[in-house]
């Protein structure tokens, strides 16, 4: 009351109404929150981590109008061509509406997807396909359809960013068992799998071959998940994006593979990476599981249907050429050779000889990979030239763990990488965080 009172002396003793305009505006300023409630995001959207993959674009974009040039390994963005099968699929479009397609996608797609599976002896009907946009929305939609908020997943890290994102938005909880850059990133002791184990454990989610180690899992782990998934009767989620990046005499394992837990396999595709096609946005989500088809095709409906063009591309990607595919193959071989070993080559850095995908985890001797990838942007240039790398600590859901690591992808031809090589050897010399 004492402060209305004392408004009211003030508006007395004004000689004009800007006097009075004046009073009113201090007087709302100050006092707003006391007479309004300002909206507030969730608790979900302050849980939910930023990307370490793309946290540091504003950075880059500042670089870049330096006039620097950013050597980008810290995405799996292929600098390979689309497949032209692809782009004259799209070219040759010849209809008179750009229509929704079928919530779960288009039929001719999923047959063509199951012949595609069929290849590498994964046995499933179009039935048990369901199209997503990318297959980060398979992941989400089998998180909504699997788990309820409390349910936990076990998940091997280092582990793919986004896991955590969609595993907060379902309400779930990650319990991260974690592998060493000194063991090779190999898969821990089924005896940690277990200690994480408890009555609300409903899976395991793992990425095979694995983004951002590229370790390649063994049929002796394998074997081992499979017996822990039929112990205690739980999900087994299988993101195997790559799996046509085997750089082993080892055959590819897929969770279809696995014998007794056909129903508890939930699988994540996408065409992005084999295809360099990651803007068309297709993905798929495969199970023999009728429940959980049906719960996600609720979702699917809900978000209507997944990208008509990107599935055209799609369909007519499942065709490229064999010579294509050997070709890309090869190039990711001498990638990765000339990557590691240029690592390896720079004193205090380790990295082991990965196995699949495109990525690696390196060591590297610093303080903190965060302000260290930070740092090369903002403060860093040779020659005119930086890198930009993803911080590892991104891809642990526990803290401090990775912060003298980062995820490399082998994206740029051999010549950018020796260069970018080149470049980051020279920022560690000169880094003053270093170990």
């Not at 950013?70 to 004259?88: E, F, R, S, W």
């Not at 379902?170 to 821990?188: C, D, Q």
Request: glycine letters at 6%.
């Amino acid at each position: 009351m004492q402060t209305f009172a004392l408004l009211f002396y003030f508006f007395e003793k004004c000689c004009n109404i800007f006097e009075i305009e004046l009073i009113l505006w201090c007087f709302c300023s100050k006092f707003a929150k006391i007479f309004f409630v300002m909206p507030t995001t969730s608790e979900r959207g302050k849980l939910m981590p930023q990307s370490p993959i793309r946290k540091l674009v504003p950075l880059a974009d500042k670089a870049k109008e330096r006039g620097i040039k950013v050597y980008h390994l810290n995405i799996g963005q292929p600098d390979l061509l689309t497949p032209k099968v692809a782009l004259d699929a799209i070219h040759n479009i010849d209809r008179k509406i750009l229509e929704y397609s079928p919530s779960d996608g288009i039929k001719s797609l999923r047959v063509k997807l199951a012949e595609y599976y069929k290849r590498f002896k994964i046995d499933v009907t179009p039935q048990d396909i369901i199209v997503t946009s990318g297959g980060s929305e398979a992941v989400n939609f089998a998180f909504m359809s699997c788990l309820d908020p409390g349910d936990e997943i076990i998940v091997p890290e280092p582990a793919y960013a986004n896991y955590t994102a969609f595993a907060i938005s379902a309400g779930a909880v990650i319990r991260p068992v974690v592998s060493t850059i000194e063991e090779g990133f190999s898969l821990p002791k089924v005896e940690k799998f277990e200690e994480q184990i408890t009555q609300r454990t409903k899976g395991i989610l793992i990425c095979n071959p694995n983004n951002p180690t590229g370790y390649l899992y063994t049929r002796k782990e394998m074997n081992m998940i499979r017996d822990l998934v039929k112990k205690y009767d739980l999900y087994l989620f299988s993101d195997e994006v790559y799996r046509e990046f085997c750089y082993t005499g080892a055959p590819y394992i897929s969770a279809f593979h696995l014998n007794g837990i056909e129903d508890n396999v939930v699988l994540f595709d996408s065409v992005s990476k084999r295809y360099s096609e990651c803007g068309i946005r297709v993905g798929a989500l495969v199970t023999k599981n009728k429940a959980v088809k049906e719960s996600v095709m609720k979702f699917c409906q809900a978000r209507l249907s997944p990208p008509l063009i990107g599935q055209i591309a799609a369909e007519a990607s499942v065709d490229t050429p064999a010579d294509y595919m050997l070709e890309m193959y090869n190039e990711y071989v001498e990638r990765r050779k000339c990557l590691i070993d240029g690592l390896n080559r720079i004193p205090g850095v380790y990295s082991p000889v990965p196995m699949g995908a495109f990525y690696t985890v390196a060591k590297l001797p610093i303080d903190d990979s965060d302000k260290f990838c930070a740092w090369l942007l903002d403060e860093f240039e040779y020659e005119g030239q930086t890198v930009m790398l993803a911080p590892a600590s991104g891809f642990y859901t526990m803290n401090n763990v990775g912060r003298n690591e980062v995820r490399v992808a082998y994206v740029l031809e051999k010549e950018e990488l020796k260069k970018a090589l080149t470049v980051l050897e020279k920022a560690l010399e000169a880094y003053p965080g270093r170990k």
